[in-house]
């Protein structure tokens, strides 16, 4: 471990949580988290791109690296199917909202476990279960408070920004550079978050829907 010299207190921490035991994987997400959610930022008031917030579409970028982008899609698509499925059969009998939703993680957890067995490919662990379950219970939430297209919408965008944000950490040279350099990492992720929240134009899908109004 090298010398504290006033602008190596991060990457000192990161070596000091190696030395502790903690695994290099968990220093890598740790450290990339930061860097999807700033990409997150960046589509959605850059390029119009929105989703659940910030940090759905982050934890299920993470959640694509350990499953893959396509069985990830796999896993969200069947947890969305049962979720319907048990959501109409249930509605049948007039339960309360959280009863009928207990009874639809029990018919969730049966079709993860078929769909694991039959792919094992998509190694679903709980974590990755779990997360896609939020994304879906903030589809049916929306469904009830909202409508269908705008869940459908943010549900679309949080996938899409989480594909990218998966394609972003998966890049060697990004996970090398945030493990090696943390400490200028952090201090570039700080700027362009500054930079991004200071933006005040126009979003390039709105190009098109105010472009009568844009003056040339």
Not at 72 to 86: D, M, N, P, R, T
């Amino acid at each position: 471990m090298e010398n504290w010299n006033g602008f190596n207190s991060i990457k000192l921490l990161k070596d000091y949580a190696l030395v502790s035991g903690v695994s290099s994987n968990t220093i890598a997400m740790l450290l990339l988290l930061p860097v999807v959610a700033t990409l997150v930022s960046f589509l959605h008031y850059y390029v119009g791109l929105s989703g659940y917030g910030i940090f759905m579409p982050t934890m299920i970028a993470v959640t694509f690296l350990s499953t893959g982008i396509v069985g990830g899609l796999l896993l969200f698509a069947l947890i969305l199917i049962v979720s319907l499925v048990s959501n109409a059969i249930l509605k049948k009998f007039k339960l309360h909202f959280w009863p009928a939703r207990a009874i639809n993680l029990a018919f969730i957890g049966i079709g993860v476990l078929g769909l694991s067995i039959a792919i094992s490919t998509i190694r679903a662990n709980i974590f990755a279960v779990m997360i896609m379950i939020l994304l879906v219970e903030e589809f049916v939430r929306t469904q009830l408070i909202k409508s269908k297209h705008e869940a459908r919408s943010l549900t679309l965008g949080t996938l899409i920004l989480a594909c990218v944000g998966a394609l972003v950490m998966n890049i060697q040279q990004v996970q090398v550079l945030v493990l090696n350099n943390p400490d200028i990492s952090l201090l570039m992720i700080i700027i362009a978050n500054i930079v991004i929240g200071s933006y005040k134009g126009i979003r390039l899908t709105e190009i098109g829907r105010f472009s009568k109004a844009i003056r040339k």
